[in-house]
């Protein structure tokens, strides 16, 4: 059961260069969302997809692109690295909405990302 | 907008004693309530939920009970184990919201470790 895979794990940049971090998910789950959680403020929702082809912007969305060509993969992007994005970046997926009633994230284990 | 506090950490004990996590929230609907928790190297699992006024969510020994008159979610339980030692999230979502709002928003987290 590999559920929702995240590579890299680890991941070091300079300012102003560029990375892809991938988010693979096996379930057959319509709902993806990526996250970032930095020391004392929890997580905070980036972008999210209710299905393929689609996205959205979350609380945080500047400074990232995300794309979802596929159903099992969503991809998150981030052009011109700053010091600001230094955070661990979780992948989640769902069934349906996160906030319905009956659903709940499958969260990935996380890529631990340094912006020098 | 929607906002989610809780009890700063970390949180220290020794096996077998009482745990109380506050979570108190802060919502324009009528929200859900989740727990998650995030063992170390790993993304969040759901631990439990409630979905109305009185509910109580429970799941491993862990209990929380969704009082809409001091909006809040305390998380318990009766005897923690070194196992326990975890992160844990509270969160809300709105199910009747549109777009990024519908979404989970978490808490900041709180450390607890257990000793033997």
């Known amino acids: 059961n590999a559920g929702v895979t995240q590579t890299p794990k680890f991941r070091v940049l300079k300012t102003g260069q560029s990375m892809t971090l991938l988010c693979a998910q096996d379930?057959?789950?319509?709902?993806m969302y990526w996250y970032r959680q930095d020391p004392g403020m929890g997580l905070r929702l980036i972008h999210y997809s209710v299905g393929e082809g689609t996205t959205a912007k979350g609380e945080v969305p500047d400074g990232y692109n995300v794309s979802r060509l596929k159903k099992q993969n969503f991809l998150l992007g981030l052009e011109s690295a700053a010091p600001s994005q230094t955070s661990v970046y979780f992948c989640a997926s769902s069934r349906g909405t996160g906030g319905g009633t009956n659903e709940k994230l499958f969260f990935g284990s996380g890529t631990q990302l340094s912006v020098l | 907008g929607n906002s989610v506090t809780q009890m700063e950490g970390p949180v220290t004990l020794s096996e077998e004693a009482f745990l109380t996590i506050n979570c108190t929230y802060t919502a324009t609907g009528y929200p859900s309530l989740f727990w998650y928790v995030q063992y170390p190297g790993e993304g969040l699992q759901l631990l439990l939920k409630a979905t109305k006024a009185d509910d109580k969510g429970s799941n491993k020994g862990f209990e929380a009970t969704y009082r809409k008159e001091t909006t809040s979610f305390h998380l318990e339980k009766g005897s923690v184990q070194v196992s326990d030692s975890a992160v844990y999230f509270c969160a809300l979502t709105i199910p009747g919201a549109s777009g990024s709002a519908r979404q989970l928003t978490f808490g900041s987290g709180t450390q607890l470790t257990v000793l033997p």
């Open positions: 379930m057959n789950h319509e709902y």
